[in-house]
């Protein structure tokens, strides 16, 4: 079962994380010094909006094995519920249960109508763990000169017991 954290320690894990050609296919592959940047902004994020991505640990031994979170796009105005895993860790339900806890934590603490999801094609476990969440595509867009397919999840409506009570 993995935990999150919000402050990393160390870039060595998000290098190693971003270099595994499983998995950066889909996210790129990072330099140290693209790391240090990276998480530079993911600090203000959290600095700035209350939120952020998390780095994911076992909690039986600690062990760094991905990120998670939620991430404000400012070019689409829109907040994701992004993860990335080790590719050991694929398969696990690590993706879904850390996904489920940050979408749960946006649906309880933020106002936004919808949360989104962007995959990369070819993205297909991505896919499986965001339609296990209720994602659906909701369009085709660009993000750092891929193309990403955007699912969207929107806030569930209030049942007409808690809007009137």
């Not at 330099?31 to 994911?56: D, F, M, P, T, Y």
């Not at 969440?133 to 017991?161: C, H, I, K, M």
Request: glycine share 12%; hydrophobic share 35%; proline share 5%.
């Amino acid at each position: 079962m993995p935990r999150g954290r919000p402050a990393p320690q160390g870039t060595a894990g998000f290098v190693e994380l971003h270099a595994d050609p499983r998995g950066n296919r889909f996210v790129g592959r990072f330099s140290q010094q693209q790391v240090l940047r990276w998480l530079a902004e993911v600090e203000q994020q959290w600095a700035a909006r209350g939120h952020g991505l998390c780095a994911l640990e076992l909690r039986s031994s600690g062990e760094f094995i991905g990120r998670s979170g939620l991430q404000y796009w400012q070019q689409f105005d829109e907040i994701e519920l992004g993860w990335t895993l080790k590719a050991e860790q694929w398969g696990r339900g690590y993706a879904t249960e850390a996904a489920r806890a940050g979408l749960d934590w946006g649906l309880a603490n933020l106002e936004a109508d919808y949360f989104t999801a962007l995959m990369k094609p070819g993205n297909f476990p991505s896919v499986k763990a965001a339609e296990r969440l209720g994602f659906s595509p909701r369009r085709q867009d660009g993000l750092n000169g891929s193309s990403v397919t955007v699912y969207a999840l929107n806030r569930p409506a209030l049942s007409s017991e808690r809007q009137s009570g």
